[in-house]
């Protein structure tokens, strides 16, 4: 799968110790206020 967006410089550092070959993700999770999501305030 592409990224959607720009990755930025060195976040490769994140996935140093993972082993896709072993199976090894890397999981991640964010989330957003439902307030900042209908206003389009969300940082950049």
Do not use: Y
């Not at 199976?23 to 969300?42: D, P, T």
């Amino acid at each position: 799968m592409a990224a959607k967006g720009v990755i930025p410089e060195g976040s490769d550092v994140h996935f140093a110790g993972v082993k896709p070959e072993k199976g090894q993700r890397l999981v991640v999770f964010g989330w957003a206020m439902a307030e900042s999501l209908s206003s389009g305030k969300l940082p950049k």
